[in-house]
């Protein structure tokens, strides 16, 4: 029986706990498991080792945990993919995507702007990839014959751009597309749905929800799955049983997070779109045209960040340090409001010329909104333009 997504979201992962006889999620912190059978543990050190999902003995944490696989499959649920493979992080899960397509060629399409650590990976080969970087109307004509992958975020990080998934799927035929979906949570977007192959996040953002644990994970097909499990086994790039116990709870409440984050974000874009210092607010919540067409099409509401331009004469950094209640801090989806300048910081990697090219300005402040009063934070905001600014707000 397949239940609603707010009964998933308590639920997923936690299916067996009552026939156990507990209810809080057990943590298992082994990093070795007895093997009295010595061929029934070489067994399943074949079958973890080849990407198996789970073998009748885990033998050692690198290959297997328990509380890890509760979270892989209450995502996977979330995400209605198969199954789920989890990370140290969302860097160490694209890391082991772009590992496990090897085999199908070293050519990745990507459109931007992406998160500043992904476009960084890519733009330098670290992992022996190429990359284009293309308009999301050209994925076609970017396709080679040793193209492996095509990589989408959408929303956008830092800028909320959109980008159509079905189309994109559709260009790339053949080709795996994996759409970072990080910005829209299983809540508000699901990228398999519209023919993704993969979708993945950084569960440090919305997923933990409480800016207390750095994890990553990708949904997908079983085949896919297994593949990423065999990478991560060889490179160790594991998530901690403890992250997992704490992305299990934030899940629990993530719905609730982001329709209330949500809230406050619509409002406060509308008031900041109204503001005289303020020069371009980016929220798919206020977009037209085409992009509002792909906010219909594929995303339930129009989340949680959004992004602002101040007029010239307005210091955004000065604004930064002039807010008495919103955290200045890179990262994102935490209960808490932060702020930052992605030029500055989480996109400081990028190539300047392209950073400008993908709308990534100067003075574009990125805002990921909490679940405070909205009334709080509008009074925040408020007051720190009008401490940075020429005044234009009072003259008007
Ligand atoms: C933060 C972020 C990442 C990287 O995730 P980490 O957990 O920091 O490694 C990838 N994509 C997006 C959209 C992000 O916001």
Redesign the pocket.
């Known amino acids: 029986m397949s239940y609603h997504i707010a009964t998933q979201t308590v639920h997923a992962g936690r299916e067996d706990l009552t026939r156990l006889g507990v209810h809080a999620t057990p943590i298992d912190l082994s990093s070795t498991y007895p093997t009295p059978d010595p061929n029934l543990a070489g067994e399943s050190l074949d079958a973890l080792v080849g990407g198996a999902e789970h073998a009748a003995n885990p033998v050692y944490a690198r290959l297997y945990n328990p509380t890890v696989a509760r979270f892989e499959h209450a995502l996977a649920t979330l995400e209605g993919a198969e199954e789920a493979v989890a990370f140290g992080?969302?860097?160490?899960a694209?890391t082991a995507v772009l590992l496990a397509l090897q085999e199908h060629g070293r050519h990745i399409v990507a459109v931007r702007p992406l998160?500043g650590?992904?476009d960084h990976l890519l733009a330098t080969g670290l992992l022996g990839t190429s990359v284009s970087f293309v308009d999301a109307d050209d994925v076609a004509d970017a396709i080679r014959a040793d193209t492996a992958l095509v990589l989408i975020?959408t929303p956008a990080?830092p800028t909320l751009h959109l980008v159509d998934i079905a189309d994109v799927v559709r260009q790339a035929g053949t080709v795996p597309v994996l759409v970072?979906s990080?910005?829209a949570t299983p809540i508000l977007q699901r990228p398999l749905e519209h023919g993704a192959a993969m979708v993945l996040h950084?569960?440090?953002?919305f997923l933990g929800g409480h800016g207390d644990v750095?994890?990553?994970v990708v949904a997908c097909s079983a085949a896919l799955a297994g593949k990423l499990r065999q990478v991560r086994i060889l490179t160790g790039a594991l998530l901690h049983p403890l992250g997992a116990f704490l992305l299990l709870r934030g899940l629990a409440t993530l719905r609730l997070r982001v329709l209330a984050a949500e809230d406050n974000a619509i409002l406060l874009a509308n008031r900041l779109a109204q503001h005289p210092d303020v020069a371009a607010v980016h929220y798919p919540g206020r977009c037209r045209g085409r992009q509002a067409a792909i906010v219909h099409r594929q995303m339930s509401g129009p989340g949680c960040v959004l992004a602002f331009e101040l007029h010239p004469g307005v210091d955004a950094d000065r604004m930064l340090q002039s807010l008495r209640l919103i955290t200045p801090a890179v990262?994102?989806g935490s209960v808490d409001t932060l702020i930052q300048r992605p030029a500055a910081l989480t996109h400081r990697v990028v190539d300047p010329k392209a950073r400008a090219a993908s709308g990534v300005s100067e003075g574009l402040l990125r805002l990921s909104v909490g679940i405070e009063d909205a009334a709080d934070l509008w009074a925040d905001l408020q007051q720190a333009i009008e401490a940075s600014g020429h005044g234009m707000a009072q003259a008007a």
Not at 89 to 92: D, E, I, L
Not at 202 to 205: D, E, H, L, V
């Open positions: 992080s969302g860097m160490a694209l998160y650590g992904s975020e990080n970072d990080t910005f950084s569960a440090t953002k750095v994890a990553g990262s994102l």
